[in-house]
């Protein structure tokens, strides 16, 4: 039946050429953003993972600042702790040459005050972002310094920050408050240290740095009425120096060591998160140009198929002519 009120095949055409224009646009929009799901509408399960990750991504960066924050302190600190090592060493050579008869051990000592400064000015040094774990003038016991090391989210949700920690009570060296805090300045026994201790203490200490509580014992330092004991008992208390700051710098040298693969791996992993959320939102190119294409063409056709459906209509008045 052939109806002037009624035009099926222009309705049927009209409603094909808009689920096209549906379509095409949808289309357009992922070329135009490169997002396959942009919003929640898109597919809302997919949506709120990727938003999840992307905001942990985000932590991570964060995290990953501040372990570059942490890289620095640490690396302050060794390098400072190094130079000390180096200038101690000096310290138990001048020991050592001043232990041999007739050398002039007034200017021995000269020499070793100004190491001694040395000492005290590297470890005033090392200080970055107004932390020094080397130097301490707080009236508090040095305690333990965090770094922050990762972001974490658990299987149920839960998020939590991960640190790595370090006790800088083991790296102090100089304490301007107790002299036992800190190893440069607080007493050593030598007795201690020799193979059949007496129970005598002998105490040594190296630095003078004028502290509230000071170190007891005698300071490191000699001169002409200095004997071979005391000499020896100096060189065994600067031996055990060193041998503790060796011990704070292994301690230093593996904490670098962990920061910096812990950024290698919170950026690989930072990498991982990025891929894993395009996979989920991002838009296929080749795909979408291709759809693209087709749905300009069927669009094209759509247009056609409607004009023909309104043109059969007109074609009744040929029927009364």
Not at 11 to 18: E, G, V
Not at 205 to 225: C, H, M, Q, R, Y
Request: hydrophobic share 40%; glycine share 4%.
């Amino acid at each position: 039946m052939t109806s002037i009120l009624t035009n099926a095949a222009a309705m049927a055409a009209l409603q094909t050429l808009r689920a096209i224009d549906n379509n095409m646009e949808t289309t357009q929009r992922r070329v135009s953003s490169g997002y396959r799901v942009e919003t929640a509408a898109d597919n809302a399960a997919y949506w709120s993972i990727a938003t999840t990750m992307r905001s942990d991504n985000s932590s991570l960066s964060t995290v990953s600042d501040a372990l570059g924050l942490g890289a620095a302190t640490v690396d302050t600190a060794y390098t400072a702790l190094d130079n000390v090592i180096n200038v101690l060493s000096e310290i138990k050579a001048k020991l050592v040459a001043a232990r041999e008869p007739g050398v002039d051990k007034a200017k021995i000592n000269a020499e070793m005050t100004e190491l001694k400064n040395q000492l005290v000015s590297t470890t005033q040094s090392a200080s970055f972002s107004g932390q020094n774990w080397l130097y301490n003038t707080d009236p508090t016991a040095p305690g333990t310094k965090q770094v922050v090391s990762s972001f974490v989210r658990a299987a149920d949700g839960t998020v939590q920050v991960t640190t790595l920690d370090f006790d800088t009570s083991q790296s102090v060296l100089v304490d301007t408050v107790d002299a036992a805090r800190g190893i440069l300045t607080r007493d050593v026994d030598a007795d201690l240290l020799t193979a059949s201790p007496s129970g005598v203490a002998r105490n040594y200490f190296l630095l003078d740095v004028g502290s509230t509580s000071p170190a007891t014992g005698t300071e490191i330092k000699i001169d002409g009425t200095t004997t071979d004991a005391v000499m020896d008992d100096m060189i065994s208390v600067v031996s055990d120096l060193l041998e503790q700051l060796t011990n704070s710098a292994s301690t230093l040298g593996a904490i670098t060591k962990r920061i910096d693969m812990q950024e290698q791996f919170v950026s690989n992993l930072m990498d991982v998160i990025d891929k894993g959320v395009g996979r989920l939102v991002d838009a296929d190119m080749n795909e979408e140009s291709t759809r693209l294409k087709a749905l300009q063409t069927q669009q094209q056709l759509g247009i056609q198929a409607l004009s023909i459906a309104n043109t059969n209509a007109q074609n009744i008045l040929t029927l009364f002519k």
